[in-house]
């Protein structure tokens, strides 16, 4: 089965063609800068040199009727696929499903009416979500299109972890409350750690997913019971440009000194705050450690910040859980940055993790961190979100295709 995977957002379309259920990659890529004459469309195919263009592209189904073209046509080797309706699935990611959505599903008119309705939550995601998802439906028509939602490994949390103590009455009538996003990433390294852990059906695992957004999630079982991101993606950890966790009345108070209006605010938090508001310097992880080892004294205060909270929430976790079993990295910093996992890791003592020094520095890609002697498991695991769209499209169709009677335990049959 042909998958083809799709990451649309405001101004590009990431993607990736699978074969499965080998998850072998055939082809994957970009088209960045959509809307402008000069878009920039990358392909990769592997064992190739990338194929790269600039070139006018003004919407997603101009940019994904570029990418189909790219797939059929021949760059440096053989096409990739002698013709488009070899594409058996589209999977695309949406990143909120809210409380509608507890799995991923097969794309329906309903399905697009919950999506539009949810971009009052996602104003910035999901309307994109949904162009791709009509590009491909008018580009492959027929093809079966599933939706993978960022929330939905969250959705089951607990009500006591997922509601903010606000009046009741806005729960009721704005739906505000923790949804909690990265949900693929936290799944597919909770996944990963259960099979490394051997018999990990029930183990109790804290996930951190540290890229430009962090957030950190208690898994148990195959959902989350609570994560770091709430309402929005702001909440919870220090981030690249976002604050994270903040006294909401500390924020009221700076509004009305500054005077600022609800834009300014929300651009405050979202993109001049975390280790760019504290460093003074850049959000970016590598240069923040390059100025703290030259001595930069803001950059060092952004990582002491940075672990700090991190550590704050395993041990958060830790209760939430009843007990920790293993504790996983992942996402640009989390995969890449020892020092960023020496700083937490080597504070957990007090749970029965003991971190390996050595290990965590000459960790790269997936990697067992702690101690032999260490009671619970410290990884590094790359993340991998498309592979789990990939997964979930497969089990979607092929659910549908069954006979219903096949698929309800106790439906009678014959
Ligand atoms: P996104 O959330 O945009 O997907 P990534 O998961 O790619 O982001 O993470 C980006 C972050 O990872 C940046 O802060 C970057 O500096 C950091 N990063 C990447 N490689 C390294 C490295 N070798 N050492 C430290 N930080 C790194």
């Not at 509608?100 to 309705?117: D, L, Q, Y």
């Not at 079982?221 to 709430?230: A, F, L, Q, Y």
């Amino acid at each position: 089965m042909k998958v083809f995977v799709l990451n649309s957002g405001s101004s590009s379309v990431k993607y990736k063609l699978y074969e499965m259920p080998d998850e072998a990659v055939l082809a994957s890529g970009q088209v960045e800068r959509i809307g402008m004459d000069d878009a920039a469309v990358t392909h990769r195919v592997p064992g190739r040199e990338p194929y790269r263009v600039q070139e006018e592209i003004l919407d997603h189904t101009t940019a994904i009727q570029r990418v189909l073209g790219l797939l059929t046509e021949a760059h440096d080797g053989a096409a990739v696929l002698q013709r488009i309706d070899e594409i058996d699935a589209v999977g695309h990611r949406v990143v909120h499903g809210g409380e509608a959505f507890h799995g991923s599903v097969r794309v329906t008119p309903a399905v697009k009416r919950s999506i539009r309705e949810l971009s009052e939550l996602a104003p910035l995601h999901n309307p994109h979500n949904l162009a791709g998802i009509e590009a491909a439906e008018e580009l492959l028509p027929g093809v079966p299109q599933v939706a993978v939602f960022d929330t939905a490994f969250h959705a089951r949390m607990p009500r006591h972890a997922f509601l903010y103590a606000l009046p009741h009455v806005l729960y009721r009538r704005y739906a505000v409350r923790r949804y909690g996003f990265h949900g693929s990433s936290h799944r597919y390294v909770a996944e990963r750690v259960r099979t490394l852990l051997g018999d990990g059906g029930t183990a109790r695992i804290i996930t951190c997913h540290l890229g430009n957004g962090a957030s950190i999630a208690a898994v148990q079982g195959d959902h989350s019971i609570d994560t770091s991101m709430g309402f929005t993606p702001l909440e919870g950890l220090m981030m690249g440009t976002r604050s994270g966790d903040v006294d909401a009345g500390a924020l009221l108070y700076v509004m009305a000194r500054e005077n600022l209006s609800l834009a300014e605010a929300d651009a405050m938090l979202n993109k001049h705050s975390g280790v760019l508001g504290i460093s003074g310097l850049a959000s970016d992880m590598r240069e923040i450690e390059e100025a703290a080892d030259a001595g930069n004294e803001t950059a060092r205060l952004a990582l002491e910040m940075y672990a700090y909270r991190i550590r704050k929430y395993i041990g958060a976790y830790a209760a939430a859980l009843n007990g920790v079993d293993a504790i996983a990295f992942t996402a640009g910093i989390g995969e890449h940055s020892w020092r960023v996992r020496e700083d937490v890791g080597a504070s957990l003592g007090y749970l029965g993790a003991e971190l390996d020094p050595e290990a965590n520095r000459a960790a790269r890609g997936e990697a067992l961190i702690s101690t032999p002697h260490s009671r619970v498991r410290l990884y590094v695991v790359p993340t991998d979100e498309e592979v789990v769209i990939a997964r979930d499209t497969v089990a979607v169709v092929t659910a549908d295709r069954e006979p219903v009677a096949a698929r309800r335990p106790g439906a009678r049959r014959g």
